[in-house]
Antibody, heavy 118, light 109 residues
């Protein structure tokens, strides 16, 4: 079955960038539309962006436009989310998620904790 | 952007009781694209309901979803101890924009 395995926790300083990976197994990345969702400590879920298979483009939530870049390496079936100009408010668990069998996120990665602190 | 408002913020009930969670949208949402998730501490969210009323694979039938337009409901018919968690509704619409509600915490009374 499909699995999403994310990279480990990161600690970054304000102003730096972070790149989180999400490796797919059980499917190839080209068969999926990968999305990224984050969750600040004690807060709710926040969609950051994802791949639109109809347009073949990545859509970003307005809040993150200009600061986030989502890419894919199909040779290794790995998706990446890079967030730049980090600030303390970006401290959160970052999840990759995808829809396999139904039109909703039925498969999630285990999450990657990103801490932004000076 | 469509805003989803969930109520109540916290729901205190006992095992065996019925839970009714609400999700209201700021504008009409296609029922095909309304989902509910359960999240326990330290875990990734788990899909419960998609298309407003269809249970995801492996979800017990005590979970049910209903609603249309701007008002949606998640019902848990008889609460089991493992059902106490945070629940989120989610929608996606045109241009593949997704939004989540702020969540309802279901706690043991």
């Amino acid at each position: 079955q499909v699995q999403l395995v994310q990279s480990g926790a990161e600690v970054k300083k304000p102003g730096a960038s972070v790149k989180v990976s999400c490796k797919v197994s059980g499917y190839t990345l080209t068969e999926l539309s990968m999305h990224w969702v984050r969750q600040a400590p004690g807060k709710g879920l926040e969609w950051m962006g994802g791949f639109d298979p109809e347009d073949g483009e990545t859509i970003y939530a307005q809040k993150f436009q200009g600061r986030v870049t989502m890419t894919e390496d199909t040779s290794t079936d790995t998706a990446y989310m890079e967030l730049s100009s980090l600030r303390s408010e970006d401290t959160a668990v970052y999840y990759c998620a995808t829809a396999i069998a139904v039109p909703a996120f039925d498969i999630w990665g285990q999450g990657t904790m990103v801490t932004v602190s000076s | 952007e469509i805003v989803l408002t969930q109520s109540p913020g916290t729901l205190s009930l006992s095992p065996g009781e019925r839970a009714t969670l609400s999700c209201r949208a700021s504008q009409s949402v296609s029922s095909s694209y309304l989902a509910w998730y359960q999240q326990k501490p330290g875990q990734a969210p788990r899909l419960l309901i998609y298309g407003a009323s269809s249970r995801a694979t492996g979800i017990p039938d005590r979970f049910s979803g209903s609603g249309s337009g701007t008002d949606f409901t998640l019902t848990i018919s008889r609460l089991e101890p493992e059902d106490f968690a945070v629940y989120y509704c989610q929608q996606y619409g045109s241009s593949l924009m997704y939004t989540f509600g702020q969540g309802t915490k279901l706690e043991i009374k």
